[in-house]
């Protein structure tokens, strides 16, 4: 139970992403003033600073922090403008969310970073960001990522932290992207319930269990790890929400743009969510009202402007930076023959997840069913959107896997299932609309027995709110899957003997990459951190690999699973050694593993040999 209770780190980093939060809604109130809901506001805050930050980045060879600074400053001072201050209403309602939502906060408060992505690029990514406050190039201190011109957009939150904590990025993009699913499940309540001020109780914790426990495609390895997928989704889902709910004043469509604008650089996938969104916009517009359609797509492209200069910006970047990112295959490599396999293989990511894509069958059947029966609705428009957006966006994904993916990645229809869950939120609304509709006669019979049921369901939803993240920690908190204890507390040992730069040999007998990987991101991530580690893996551990490590200049090695009769150590431990001045190998300090936590059912056939499992 010790894993799942946060420590004062862990404390320290929720009570500074709540600050983000605040910070990017009076950023979107001082661009966009009040008249849109603060959750909107919060995201396009969120886009203001990309812009920001991205431009100053790009163009000006200067600290990060001095626009950082100045943005936060500028949106302080924006509050003396009444037309520019965050509301009393506001206040109410992130009051609220923080109390419905603090067993979840409390479960998630001491996360630690996990998934090999995270340690290939995203945390280090945003690590140097924190470190020297500059986007990297080839003449700037080397990066440890594996894309450093990956897009930086989710890293700028986890920036914006570190100005407070250094360490701040490790726990905080993870909690970022808590925040961010929770500013989502705000959305939908005040959609569904259409309040004047601040969604009620009820309405408010049956958003937040729409957006996680009701939510076909989340996954909280992906959703509430340093990974896009979150961002994307809420994205997605408030640009929607601001298409369909589509007014005429200028804000809403400033909040839209800027939106938009945070969506476009999340990830390399972007910009294919931001077409398919805009295209879902026009589709839908052209088949409801044909005769303003030409005004909506004029509408469409103005809105476009500052995502489109941003991506332009960031392509400017990519292109004279001379670091690397994913890029697409040249035209003559493109994977026109695997189009067979890559449908074949999307059909079975559909047959392995088919929770999700009955979901979106269901909400097809539903289009067409609302559509005979009433006519175009408020429910019918997201569900046209969903479907829209649905069909574009894997039009794309299917572009990308023949002109972006190997071969191996484009056969296999590398992560498609995830790739969906970007609309996943958008889905989630639509069909809870869809069961609105269903349920209004009910409603409508007996006002007095409609309230009661109203206070019993709104009862129900702020109990379940509260006890779900209880209930279910083992599964949100998927950074204490085996192995990863093990390795946190080998790391935890090795650190007093390392210091930043330090050469280590890993042993790591019979690995497959995974305990090296999780080994090398612990140390050079996690905080304490040790940075600018140099780190040189082996799979086996014998004499004749120590030999070939003293061969190679190193002093200091670990052998993560000791074998028997090596250098007299106990078997089955892990031990550290030094080369001493006699060319020689001691040990500097030994560990045996703990039992370590039961292995949750899908990993009962799993092996770590370098961790002597």
Avoid at 78 to 105: E, H, K, N, Y
Wanted: with cysteine; net charge positive.
């Amino acid at each position: 139970m010790a894993l799942y209770l946060p420590g004062l780190p862990g404390l320290l980093a929720v009570v500074i992403t709540c600050g983000i939060a605040a910070i990017l809604l009076l950023m979107g109130s001082a661009v966009a003033g009040k008249s849109v809901a603060p959750e909107f506001r919060i995201v396009a805050g969120w886009g203001a600073l990309c812009l920001v930050l991205t431009a100053w980045g790009v163009f000006l060879p200067a600290s990060l922090r001095i626009p950082a600074l100045a943005v936060v400053v500028l949106a302080l001072a924006a509050q003396a403008m009444p037309s520019r201050r965050v509301t009393r209403a506001d206040a109410i309602a992130f009051g609220r969310l923080l109390l419905v939502t603090l067993p979840l906060w409390v479960v998630m408060a001491g996360v630690r970073p996990s998934q090999v992505d995270s340690f290939l690029n995203l945390l280090p990514n945003a690590d140097y960001l924190a470190d020297y406050a500059r986007l990297p190039t080839a003449a700037l201190p080397p990066s440890h990522s594996f894309l450093p011109a990956a897009p930086y957009n989710t890293q700028f939150l986890a920036f914006l932290g570190s100005l407070v904590w250094r360490d701040y990025p490790a726990a905080g993009m993870s909690l970022a992207n808590v925040m961010l699913r929770l500013v989502a499940g705000m959305a939908i309540a005040r959609v569904l319930a259409r309040p004047a001020a601040a969604p009620g109780w009820g309405a408010l914790a049956l958003g937040i269990l729409l957006v996680t426990l009701f939510d076909p495609g989340f996954v909280p390895r992906f959703d509430f790890s340093a990974y896009g997928e979150t961002a994307l989704a809420v994205t997605a889902l408030l640009s929607a929400c601001l298409f369909v709910e589509a007014r005429g004043g200028w804000a809403h469509w400033v909040v839209l743009s800027l939106i938009l604008a945070a969506m476009i650089n999340t990830k390399q996938s972007g910009i294919g969510l931001v077409l398919a969104v805009a295209g879902a916009a026009v589709v839908t517009g052209f088949f409801e009202d044909r005769g303003q359609w030409r005004q909506l797509f004029g509408r469409v492209l103005v809105v476009l402007l500052p995502a489109a200069a941003l991506y332009l910006v960031w392509r400017y970047f990519v292109a004279h930076a001379g670091v690397a990112e994913l890029e697409p295959l040249p035209f003559r490599a493109w994977n026109w023959s695997l189009l067979p396999e890559t449908f074949e293989s999307i059909g079975w990511s559909i047959g392995e997840k088919p929770t999700y894509f009955i979901a979106e069958l269901a909400s097809f059947v539903s289009l067409a069913f609302q559509l005979r029966r009433g006519g175009w609705s408020r429910t019918t428009r997201y569900l046209a959107f969903n479907a829209a957006t649905f069909v574009l966006y894997n039009g794309f994904l299917v572009v990308t896997y023949i002109a972006h993916f190997s071969t191996e990645m484009a056969a296999e229809a590398h992560s498609y299932f995830r790739y969906n869950t970007h609309l996943s939120l958008l889905l989630v609304l639509s069909l809870a609309l869809v069961v609105c509709d269903l349920l209004a006669p009910l409603w409508a019979s007996s006002r007095a027995k409609s309230q009661t049921r109203g206070r019993g369901i709104a009862v129900f939803a702020v109990v379940l709110a509260l006890v779900a993240p209880v209930a279910f920690a083992e599964r949100l908190r998927f950074d204490i899957e085996m192995p990863q204890p093990l390795v946190w507390n080998l790391a935890d040992e090795l650190r007093p003997y390392l210091h930043d730069g330090q050469r280590l040999a890993l042993l790591l007998p019979g690995d497959n990459g995974e305990i090296g990987d999780l080994l090398a991101g612990y140390l050079a991530i996690a905080p304490p951190r040790r940075r600018g580690l140099v780190l040189t893996r082996y799979t086996t551990a014998d004499a004749a690999t120590l030999d070939k490590a003293a061969a190679a200049g190193e002093t200091l090695a670990v052998v993560t699973c000791t074998p028997d009769a090596l250098l007299g150590l106990p078997p089955k431990q892990a031990a550290l050694l030094r080369r001493d001045a006699s060319g020689g190998w001691r040990a500097v300090a030994t560990r045996p593993y703990g039992a370590g936590i039961p292995l949750s059912h899908w990993q009962r056939n799993r092996h770590w040999p370098a961790l002597c499992r």
